[in-house]
């Protein structure tokens, strides 16, 4: 009796030990009403977006006490509830948006464990919010040591009551935060609370399942007041990262063994206590369908606003054509043949726009002939070329134009017109064009979609019936929180919804469809974050399909699929896709977050569908099918354990494609912006050949200047073969020109031959010439547009100024130019520029150069630019202010006839560099003694530079001899560029010690 006695006195103890205050009792303000005090911030709220009011004011984020007579009346548990609520909003009003986040701070304890509880509700506005409630170091609710989220009644003003508890390891200030997912929502929360409860051995999660796209998962496990270890066991199968956990409790990662299923928990102890959380391992041994997968083309993107980009066409051939654009901005068509395997390609613009966004459009007209739409990102006009010959895309017309402010081309076959769609003028819309004679020639424009944000995006495609169906959005999600998706049909000129309803008549342009006047049907109304669309097409029955993505939070991208039934549209969230795929530097903030892997339609059956998703931090390609229209679905890998550094983005089906050849295309590579990405265009196709029959080399001849180098393309035939593609390279000429890999490096002048061998002897060869470059001693070189002025006796240099006789852009450079204006002087006023890495190369004779290099924007600042001269840094920190203009000088030697400037940026705040103009001074090194004595004096300045121009001493030369004080001063053997400056001059010589 006496042990029972003092066990229950120790637990009487024990409950009574914990404080019950409320830490975030003055949540209400105390229940303040005087209009000058009584706002939520006087007493510790915050909200990132918006304005706070005083209570029981009639607008804005405030305090409103209710009562059983209020209006509205609210309940709780059935009974009209009497307190203070407080009206937390995210529709606008008070300033606020989707984005606000309200924080109260809390003072919290280490070891400790809470609880927070309150009532929450849909007050008004929008549908039915989802809360999200977190504990955590920051008030705007990242990284948050607990959350949970809170699902809302679907009838306004009813009270729920929630809670949740959570453990603290370290003491300090915390926040209390509350989101909602929704629209533009208005809700109001009271009785707020947290309060200190008993210590148990508790886990933050209640389940684990571990498969392909989770292999693995953190456990966070808080413990009891014991003051023993936690032990931890699992099944078969199942491995933990630790077997033990210390007093304090901690984390442990749960995950597969060897992939084999498994349906069983883990035990966690401590102390008598016991938790047992169930485990469920599923890896389904088929999951990973990789086909074959091969290169398209090294070197190629697109962007998912113009379509399309790859079909299959038979007529006389039997081809399936793509187009895309290079890094380097070129424009490129490609046609496989299906009967003879062979691939060709031709570039039909080059040095177009380095933006994904310029990718073209394919269309082939009713007798065969191909014709390329193509436009820069927000160009001047659309551009489009005719194919000299059908299924022929070896030679095309002249570049043909029309429009203003384009981008995004989607050409159609309307009955006799060729019709597109595209992006167009000041406003960013919708717009639509019309040929009559084959797209010889284009009518006038007309808007299709007005209303709406700042630029609506849309997709389209055509059914066999000749409707074109519709998918549009409000604008783009960044700037718009509610971006909507929406859906309409066009068919014989007019408008009609996806129950065939009409809407309106087009009137041959004079009556456009309106989003504001709600004419179009809204397919996504952003209830689960803002939308942006991805793809449609129709399934069998003429019925529209779509796909898209929604975002909760920007670093949340979830894919939807979207289906007509006949009476209504289906929405089914496919999978998580996970954040933006674009590698964004360090530090730097991401500027296109609602840039999504991509998610792409079978227009052959809509039924299938390939997306690109988030794996374990790696983007990879997987196809999701359904068996019941979109109700439940199954996935596979198409890829799977990329390289960390790659993605796989923004899947497409060719149009018509032939089951078992080019079922996906992607991009794979590295992708930091749109106009800075190295991907290749890759493909899995399962009807690959498996014989070698010959290969080519192109160019067929290579002419290069000595101290070049070029990389040889080689085709095979059949081009996508499984058999060996491994190379063999020589040179007949190796001291004229040597091959490495294919890449040819010219070192002296002559001829060579470079040969190039498979495993199965088959061999191509192609005749090297290499000449002497014109050298170039002293000269200034003015960087601009193609277009802006030169100052006097300079040379001009564009973008497109490409390495040729004496001087130019390596070849792979990625270089942009802008002109300012003229308020900058002809040399300053423009410049050329890149994020990239470029490098610009003189041939000069054999000496010493002084170079002047002047870097700098009107209208930008930027920082941490960087110069090197043959690979030599000669200066890494230069920065430009906002309109400011940097000169720095340096001497270098061209001892191999050449200089390569590469120009590149080292970070910072800035990603691009600039160069508006580069002097070169080839320096007189050739004085005599008696010359260098008879021009210094007392007051003379000598400087010694080393070979990479580096200043190494500078000094009065005083009355001392230049020979004895150099010999002293410098203290390694090598050779240096001494100056001698004079109040107005200046001689150089060189010095070898």
Request: one cysteine or more; glycine letters at 8%; aromatic letters at 12%.
């Amino acid at each position: 009796m006496k042990t029972n006695f003092i066990l229950i006195l120790l637990f009487f103890f024990s409950s009574f030990s914990f404080s019950q205050t409320n830490l975030i009792e003055n949540w209400d303000g105390k229940g303040d009403t005087n209009p000058a005090t009584s706002y939520p911030d006087q007493y510790g709220w915050v909200v990132t977006v918006g304005n706070f009011n005083s209570a029981n004011s009639t607008s804005g984020i405030r305090w409103s006490d209710v009562t059983p007579t209020s209006n509205p009346i609210h309940y709780l548990n059935g009974t009209a509830y009497s307190g203070r609520l407080l009206m937390v909003r995210w529709d606008g009003a008070g300033n606020t948006s989707l984005a606000s986040v309200y924080s109260y701070p809390v003072t919290l304890q280490a070891g400790k464990r809470y609880k927070f509880s309150w009532n929450y509700e849909w007050w008004n506005n929008a549908s039915v919010p989802v809360y999200t409630v977190g504990v955590g170091t920051s008030k705007d609710g990242s990284n948050p040591i607990s959350s949970k989220d809170f699902q809302c009644s679907s009838i306004k003003n009813r009270l729920s009551n929630g809670d949740f508890s959570f453990f603290v390891k370290n003491s300090g200030l915390y926040y209390l935060t509350i989101k909602a997912n929704n629209l533009a929502v208005l809700g109001g929360i009271g009785d707020l609370s947290i309060v200190e409860i008993p210590l148990v051995l508790e886990s933050d999660i209640s389940s684990i399942t571990l498969n392909y796209y989770s292999a693995e998962q953190s456990v966070n496990i808080s413990p009891n007041s014991s003051g023993e270890p936690i032990n931890i066991s699992a099944p078969s199968g199942i491995k933990l990262s630790v077997s033990t956990l210390p007093s304090s409790g901690g984390s442990f990662v749960v995950s597969s063994v060897d992939s084999t299923s498994v349906n069983d928990k883990i035990t966690i102890t401590q102390a008598g206590d016991v938790l047992k959380i169930p485990v469920v391992a599923s890896f389904n041994k088929d999951f990973i369908k990789a086909g074959r997968i091969d290169t398209l083309d090294i070197d190629g993107a697109w962007c998912w606003f113009a379509d399309p980009r790859s079909l299959y066409y038979k007529g006389a051939k039997e081809q399936t054509y793509f187009s895309w654009v290079t890094s380097t901005g070129d424009i490129v068509l490609s046609a496989y043949n299906h009967a003879t395997g062979e691939y060709d390609k031709n570039t039909l613009s080059y040095r177009l726009q380095v933006d994904d966004h310029a990718n073209p459009s394919l269309f082939i007209r009713k007798d065969g002939r191909i014709i390329l739409f193509y436009s820069k990102h927000f160009d001047s006009v659309m551009r489009y070329r005719i194919s000299t010959h059908p299924e022929d895309i070896s030679s095309f017309g002249p570049e043909k134009t029309f429009g203003n402010n384009v981008t995004y081309p989607y050409p159609f076959q309307v009955g006799n017109d060729v019709v597109i769609f595209y992006r167009g003028d000041s406003d960013w819309h919708p717009t639509m064009a019309v040929s009559n004679d084959n797209g010889e020639t284009f009518n006038t424009p007309k808007k299709f979609i007005v209303g709406g944000g700042q630029r609506p995006y849309t997709r389209f495609s055509q059914d066999p019936t000749g409707a074109i169906h519709i998918a549009f959005t409000t604008g783009h999600p960044r700037n718009e929180p509610n971006n909507k998706i929406y859906y309409a049909c066009f068919k014989n000129g007019s408008f009609y919804r996806a129950d065939g309803s009409f809407i309106k008549n087009y009137n041959n342009g004079s009556n456009p469809l309106n989003i504001d006047l709600n004419e179009a049907e809204t397919v996504y109304n952003a209830s689960n974050g803002k939308g942006w669309i991805w793809d449609i097409t129709a399934d069998s029955e003429n019925k529209p399909v779509m796909v898209f993505a929604s975002f909760p939070l920007d670093t949340d991208h979830r894919y939807l699929y979207a289906r007509w039934t006949g009476t209504n549209w289906h929405r089914k969230e496919l999978t998580n896709g996970g954040k933006w795929f674009p590698q964004t530097p360090a530090g730097r903030t991401e500027p296109e977050p609602n840039y999504s892997g991509g998610i792409a339609l079978d227009y052959n059956d809509p039924s299938q569908v390939y997306l690109s998703k988030e794996v374990k931090g790696v983007f990879e390609i997987l196809k999701f099918t359904t068996p019941d229209k979109g109700v439940t679905w199954d996935s596979v890998a198409v890829t799977w354990n990329t390289p960390p550094h790659f993605v796989n983005v923004r899947p497409i089906v060719p149009r018509n494609h032939v089951p078992g050849y080019f079922d996906v295309v992607w991009m794979r590579g590295t992708y930091r912006y749109y106009t800075d990405y190295q991907t290749s265009l890759v493909f899995q196709m399962d009807s690959l050949k498996s014989n070698l029959d010959r290969i080519s080399i192109s160019p067929q001849a290579l002419e290069l200047y000595k101290g070049t180098s070029s990389k040889l393309d080689v085709q095979f035939f059949p081009a996508f073969s499984s058999a060996d593609k491994s190379l063999i390279w020589s040179s007949s000429n190796p001291d004229v020109a040597k091959v490495n890999n294919g890449v040819v490096e010219a070192l002296s002048v002559g001829t060579a031959t470079i040969t190039a061998e498979t495993v199965n002897g088959k061999t191509a060869a192609v005749l090297v010439t290499v000449s002497a470059p014109t050298l170039i001693s002293n000269a200034l070189f003015d960087f601009g547009t193609p277009t802006s002025p030169v100052v006097s006796g300079a040379i001009q240099v564009s973008e497109n100024t490409f390495l040729t006789n004496s001087y130019g852009w390596s070849p792979n450079s990625v270089v942009f130019s802008r002109d300012r204006g003229a308020a900058g002087g002809d040399e300053l006023r423009d410049f050329n520029m890149s994020s990239n890495p470029a490098t610009f190369t003189v041939f000069a004779p054999k000496g010493d150069y002084k170079v002047i290099a002047k870097q700098g924007d009107l209208s930008y600042a930027h920082d941490l630019m960087a110069i090197a001269v043959n690979g030599e840094t000669v200066a890494s920190t230069i920065n430009s202010m906002l309109g400011g203009f940097v000169t720095t000088e340096f001497n270098v030697s061209a001892n191999e006839n050449k200089m390569d400037f590469t120009f590149s940026d080292n970070g910072g705040s800035d990603a691009n560099w600039v160069i508006n103009s580069l002097e070169i001074r080839q320096l007189n090194t050739a004085l005599s003694s008696i010359e260098v004595e008879n021009f210094i004096n007392e007051n003379t300045i000598i400087k010694a530079f080393d070979s990479l121009g580096r200043l190494l001493l500078k000094e009065k030369l005083m009355e001392r001899n230049y020979l004895q004080f150099l010999k002293s001063s410098l203290k390694r053997n090598a050779v240096y560029l001494i100056a001698f400056d004079n109040t107005h001059d200046r001689k150089m010589i060189k010095f070898v010690l």
